[in-house]
């Protein structure tokens, strides 16, 4: 079993910033590409962002490109999401997930292990 555990979330004005962390147990996590996602109201869970096992891969919706980076610590069984000028629009639940062993990608259905999910609201 995997337990994935959002921290982070919160309210935050537009053009501020905002990390969310991902604590993961249960799991060799530093073998597996791990990703967040996110669901707002009424929409359907969308990608935001990968990193590949050891942290040389990543990869963003283009909605975020340019403000969201992603990151990984290994050592203490973490990822991030930096959350750089966030805009009203990116206020969701965010949730983090490993991805089935092998694969790499950024469709929710090849993610087996999610969390509980952190809201994120931006103020305009």
């Known amino acids: 079993q995997v337990q994935l555990v959002e921290s982070g979330g919160g309210l935050v004005q537009a053009g501020g910033s905002l990390r969310l962390s991902c604590a993961a147990s249960?799991?060799?996590?530093?073998?597996?590409?791990m990703g967040w996602f996110r669901q707002a109201p009424g929409k359907e869970r969308e990608f935001v962002a990968a990193i590949s096992w050891s942290g040389g891969s990543t990869n963003y919706a283009d909605s975020v490109k340019g403000r969201f980076t992603i990151s990984r610590d290994n050592a203490k069984n973490t990822v991030y999401l930096q959350m750089n000028s966030p805009k009203p629009e990116d206020t969701a639940v965010y949730h983090c997930?490993?991805?089935?062993?092998?694969?790499?990608?950024?469709?929710?259905?090849?993610?087996?292990?999610w969390g509980q999910g952190t809201q994120v609201t931006v103020s305009s």
């Open positions: 997930a490993v991805i089935s062993p092998g694969l790499w990608g950024w469709d929710h259905k090849e993610y087996d292990y």
């Open positions: 249960g799991r060799t996590f530093s073998s597996y590409a």
